[in-house]
Nanobody
Framework: QVQLVESGGGLVQAGGSLRLSCAAS?????????MGWFRQAPGKERQFVAS????????YYQDSVEGRFTISRDNAKNTVYLQMNSLKPEDTAVYYC????????????????WGQGTQVTVSS
């Protein structure tokens, strides 16, 4: 099994920044896994935000966050990050960390594992 634990969510004003972290663990987890972030706003479907391949050399983003969000990973710590800058009220959502053994080379992802989610609220 793989466990994913997110942290770093909170309340921020529009234009502000937050950094989400996701710590991965479990005997089935390895640094070969592709990692990603999804989000779900109230009343909306869960949507892809960003993904990163095993060594951090390839990343993909949803169009609405391109240039504002940055995904990165530290394999020595089994941790993936999502740096969110220039936040907008429409970024308000629960953010989920995800992992998958197969990395998809486009702006999609089919996660095998999900974290429990962390709330991000952006006030106007």
């Amino acid at each position: 099994q793989v466990q994913l634990v997110e942290s770093g969510g909170g309340l921020v004003q529009a234009g502000g920044s937050l950094r989400l972290s996701c710590a991965a663990s479990g005997r089935n987890f390895s640094s070969d896994y592709g990692m990603g972030w999804f989000r779900q706003a109230p009343g909306k479907e869960r949507q892809f935000v960003a993904s990163i391949n095993w060594n951090g050399g390839i990343t993909y983003y949803q169009d609405s966050v391109e240039g504002r969000f940055t995904i990165s990973r530290d394999n020595a710590k089994n941790t993936v990050y999502l740096q969110m800058n220039s936040l907008k009220p429409e970024d308000t959502a629960v953010y989920y960390c995800t992992a998958a053994r197969i990395f998809v080379y486009d702006s999609t992802m089919t996660p095998e594992y999900w974290g429990q989610g962390t709330q991000v609220t952006v006030s106007s």
